[in-house]
């Protein structure tokens, strides 16, 4: 596999419509959650093959031009984020109940061309069933302030306006996944 596969997906993928934005951020499951495994992320050493990092791409004076940067991804409990990015509508039923293992977590940072884009790889499991998801979300917006700061430190700035990104890959992906039990079930 060539390392940079998956990072030059994500850069060459179409911008995700505000539309298709608007419907996941409104989007809701009969699918409750149950475990959530896979969080391996890069605390200390990061590379573009983790499974849970934040590639980027320096463009301040600080930095030699154009230095690419590989970070945990500033979120502080990826349990707890990933549990809150899906909205569930039914949470009593066992039956509808699905654990996670996130397989990746790709947050690509920009600036020219300008861009944010997150790629969630998840796979489902429902029973003894298997259903994998994949979900995409770029947008033309960046926040690349943050090499200003030195690396390793969460980011406000990020935390604030950068996170429903990976918020709206992580639905896309789960609802990926949900569609492939859904043609399951009406075969």
Not at 81 to 92: A, C, K, L, V, W
Not at 99 to 119: D, E, Q, S
Request: aromatic share 10%; charged share 20%.
């Amino acid at each position: 596999m060539l390392v940079g596969c998956a990072t030059n997906k994500i850069a060459l993928s179409s911008y995700t419509e505000p539309a298709e934005i608007n419907r996941l951020k409104h989007s809701t499951s009969i699918y409750s959650i149950g475990t959530i495994q896979g969080l391996e992320d890069c605390s200390i050493y990061c590379t573009e093959n983790s499974p849970i990092v934040w590639h980027s791409l320096a463009n301040s004076f600080e930095y030699p031009p154009q230095t690419e940067f590989f970070k945990k991804i500033p979120i502080k409990n990826l349990e707890k984020f990933i549990r809150n990015s899906i909205i569930t509508t039914n949470s009593s039923n066992k039956d509808n109940t699905v654990n996670i293992y996130v397989n990746r977590i790709l947050l690509k940072t920009w600036p020219r061309p300008t861009h944010t884009a997150c790629l969630v790889d998840i796979t489902l499991r429902k029973g003894n069933e298997k259903y994998r998801g994949k979900g995409i979300v770029k947008t033309n917006e960046t926040f690349q302030i943050v090499h200003e700061k030195p690396p390793g430190v969460f980011y406000t700035e990020f935390i604030q306006n950068g996170s429903y990104i990976v918020r709206l890959a992580t639905r896309k992906a789960f609802n990926d996944a949900l569609s492939k039990i859904s043609k399951e079930t009406t075969h």
